[in-house]
Every structure is written in structure tokens, then in C-alpha cells.
């Protein structure tokens, strides 16, 4: 098993960071390399995902096509969200969103990723080869379009009018 923690600060009101960190469609900005999609079985394809909806990525690692779907499985707005793999390629992988405000506008959002990879045997050898350095990189890659997303006027294209509304009552 394996656990990453990853802060970032971003220069934007909480509600946007919580907002956008729960939208779909930033997710899949932040993952067009792997040519992710939300596959529609039956959860959320897009939009901002709520408690207990689930949502079925398909993407394309190492070489395969893997599907993995997550469920919302806590949420505390604007400060808390946590996603637990439903089925995937995983033994387990859960991932805790936690949300501060600094003041001044500023927000700092932290990830812990705890993930245990397939095969008893192997999966821990793999953590410890790639698998850490893999998904480390796939989260810096999320959280800096998140912050880019968010600094940006480019997050009023993402959100709906309702957290604009929520946003702007906080102001």
C-alpha cells in the first residue's frame, strides 16, 4: 500500500477550488495525455459530482485500456470530498480532498491518495518501482490544471451559475 500527499496553493476562493475539484470535465483536462473519458454506465459523465455518485473513468495506462470507477463516498462542502474506488484495477485506492482557506483569496488544497495495487505478490514490488512515482505525477498534473483552471477567468466555462452564486455571496 502506498500513501501520497500532495498540497497545492492556489490563488482563488475555496468554493471555486472544492467546485472545480469535483467537476468531470476539469478532471478530463487534466488527463488528456491518457486519453481519458467518462463512460456512461450508469453514474455521472459530467458536471460536478455530489455524495455517493459515482462515476466510471476509462483511460489508457501503461500501455492498456483500464476502466475504474470512483464513488463520492464523503463530503463536508467547501472544505472535504473523498472518492473511493467502486471497481478498478486496484485492490483499494481512496482519495481524501481537503480544502483550506488562507485568506486573502487563497486556498490550499491537499490530496492523500492511499492506493494498494493487484497481485499479493507483485503489487507491492510495483509500488515501490513505479506505481508511487506514477500516480504522484498524475496528481500534479490534475492539481496544476486545477490551479490554472481556477486563477484564471477560464473556471466560469466549468461552473455552474449556482457556485458563481455561492462564490460571489463569500466575497
Known sequence: MIRIEESTTIEAPIQRCFDLSRSVEVHLLSNIHSGEQALAVGGVTSGLLGLFEEVTWRAKHFGTWHNLTSQVTAMEPPCYFQVTMARGIFRSMQADHLFESLGAGKTEMKDVFVISAPLPLLGPLAEVL??????????????????????????????????????????
Open 130 to 171: 513505479f506505481l508511487r512515482r506514477y500516480m504522484l505525477a498524475l496528481l500534479r498534473e490534475r492539481n496544476a490544471v486545477i490551479k490554472r483552471v481556477a486563477e484564471s477567468s477560464e473556471w466560469k466555462q466549468y461552473l455552474p451559475d449556482t457556485s458563481r452564486r455561492i462564490e460571489d455571496a463569500a466575497q
